[in-house]
């Protein structure tokens, strides 16, 4: 069984950290900005993610999960599905204050931050990743 927007509206209404957005222009969430209509949850926070993941898997919700849409062309009528806009960190540089073996990392880290951070500390073979994907979470896809 497919979910409505009705049915989104209802799982999610508990979840703070979102904003639903129904039947409406999603041509922003793709780099190719091409024409499409359709349904997204903007994810404000990381500590949001997770409960909406896991209610959409329980429910057996058809969604899609964009970062910067750098390499993702959207149909025009994207309605089908919800899509799942996570937000870039406010400030990306946070992350590298300093040089550590293990960084966790949000999915919307923006990549070039990573790869900035890996040549400043002479870590080279990371300027292969610059482009597409724009995000550390389309990198690990």
Not at 38 to 63: F, H, M, R, S, T
Not at 82 to 103: A, E, G, I, S
Request: hydrophobic share 40%; net charge neutral.
């Amino acid at each position: 069984m497919k979910a409505t927007m009705q049915d989104y509206s209802k799982l999610l209404k508990n979840l703070s950290g979102l904003e639903l957005k129904t039947d409406t222009d999603i041509s922003s969430l793709s780099t190719m900005r091409l024409k499409s209509i359709g349904n997204v949850v903007i994810v404000e926070n990381d500590a949001a993610l997770a409960p909406l993941i896991k209610i959409l898997n329980q429910e057996n919700c058809d969604y899609r999960l964009i970062g910067w849409g750098a390499n993702q062309i959207l149909p025009e009528d994207a309605r089908q599905r919800l899509y799942v806009k996570l937000r870039p960190p406010t400030d990306p540089q946070q992350y590298f204050n300093k040089l550590q073996d293990v960084y966790l990392l949000p999915a919307s880290q923006p990549l070039n931050s990573l790869i900035s951070h890996a040549l400043k500390h002479g870590l080279v073979g990371w300027e292969v990743l610059t482009g597409i994907p724009a995000t550390v979470g389309g990198a690990a896809f």
